[in-house]
Structures are given as structure tokens and as C-alpha cells.
């Protein structure tokens, strides 16, 4: 993605609090929207060592979420974050495959009943 000015902006920000741990972190998500958001913030709420997950939208007219992460204890808000999302890309995946083979028997069926 790129700006006006022709630089290239992030997709991920980490916005931390000056003189917090790496337990409570806030990540900005640009381009992204409640359907990123929730499904990440189900997956991540899934993990025990996660005290508070939640997000927002800016704006309605902004594409960009903020996604909060607390933890519990020594780990980092990163951790979950990073588990979260290949936790969900599996999911998807998992579907995807599931939608395709379905999508492969259907055609299938259609093909032998035409005979």
C-alpha cells in the first residue's frame, strides 16, 4: 500500500505505552475491518493466558482497526497476536479445502446424472 507521497505504509503498527511491559500492546491493522477483527479477537480470546482482546474501528470512514492485547503473567501480547492469525489462516484453510472438495463431488454428482 502506498501513500501520496509515494511511501510505502505499513499494514501493522504496534502502538505501546510509554513505561508498559510487553504484556499490554495495541496494534493498528490498516485496512482492515470488523471481519479481520472479530474472527482474530475469537481466535485469540481462545488462548487462557489472554486477560483482555478487543478492537475498534477508527472511524467509519477509516479502514484501519485497533486491536488490543493484555496478557497475563511474562508473555509478551505479541505471542497471542502471532498465534491468533495462524490459528485463524488454518481455519481458513480448512474451510477453503472442505468448500472445494465439496464444490469437486457436486460437479461430480451433476456430471454422472447428465449421463
Same mark, same amino acid.
Request: proline share 0%; glycine share 6%; with cysteine.
Given at each position: 500500500m502506498a501513500t501520496e507521497e509515494g511511501e510505502k505504509k505499513h499494514a501493522l503498527e504496534v502502538v505501546q505505552a510509554e513505561g508498559s511491559?510487553?504484556?499490554c500492546v495495541?496494534?493498528?491493522?490498516h485496512d482492515e475491518d470488523h471481519t479481520l477483527? #472479530?474472527?482474530l479477537r475469537y481466535m485469540i480470546m481462545k488462548n487462557p493466558e489472554v486477560e483482555f482482546c478487543g478492537y475498534s474501528n477508527t472511524h467509519p +470512514?477509516?479502514?484501519?482497526? #485497533?486491536?488490543?492485547?493484555q496478557t497475563r503473567g511474562e508473555l509478551p501480547a505479541v505471542e497471542p497476536f502471532r498465534k491468533g492469525?495462524?490459528?485463524? +489462516?488454518?481455519?481458513?484453510?480448512?474451510?477453503?479445502?472442505?468448500?472445494e472438495t465439496s464444490m469437486k463431488t457436486y460437479k461430480e454428482q451433476k456430471e454422472e446424472a447428465m449421463d
Open positions: 511491559d510487553d504484556s495495541t496494534f493498528v491493522l477483527g #472479530n474472527s +470512514s477509516e479502514t484501519k482497526i #485497533n486491536f488490543r492485547i492469525l495462524n490459528d485463524l +489462516s488454518g481455519v481458513c484453510q480448512h474451510v477453503l479445502n472442505t468448500f
